[in-house]
């Protein structure tokens, strides 16, 4: 069974910092695109970054481009996302899944596999 498992969200002052990470287990995760994405409350899912399977940069929204870095560490079956310079509008449930998620107006039809989430709060 496919299980990806978030973890590391909380409340945080805006100009602060945290790391969210997604441990994955029940396939092969070093051969899997891995994504984040977030959803605002009230709002539909929003692509956050990609890293893919073969290596190479992650991609990210321009929303979030500068201040969140997606890695991922094959050996421990996780990944990962650093957030830095966070914002009030950077608030919401934070998702992981693999395969390919849609950039523009993602869908939980995208990919089969998803975490539970993780709730990230910026306030002050």
């Known amino acids: 069974e496919v299980q990806l498992v978030e973890s590391g969200g909380g409340l945080v002052q805006p100009g602060g910092s945290l790391r969210l990470s997604c441990a994955a287990s029940?396939?092969?995760?070093?051969?899997?695109?891995m994504n984040w994405v977030r959803q605002a409350p009230g709002k539909g899912l929003e692509w956050v970054s990609t890293?893919?399977?073969?290596?190479?940069?992650?991609y990210y929204a321009d929303s979030v481009k500068g201040r969140f870095t997606s890695s991922r560490d094959n050996a421990k079956n996780t990944l990962y996302l650093q957030m830095n310079s966070l914002k009030t509008e950077d608030t919401g449930v934070y998702y992981c899944?693999?395969?390919?998620?849609?950039?523009?107006?993602?869908?939980?039809?995208?990919?089969?596999?998803w975490g539970q989430g993780t709730q990230v709060t910026v306030s002050s």
């Open positions: 029940g396939f092969t995760f070093s051969v899997r695109d």
């Open positions: 890293s893919y399977s073969g290596g190479g940069m992650p």
């Open positions: 899944a693999a395969d390919r998620v849609a950039w523009d107006n993602p869908s939980r039809d995208d990919s089969r596999y």
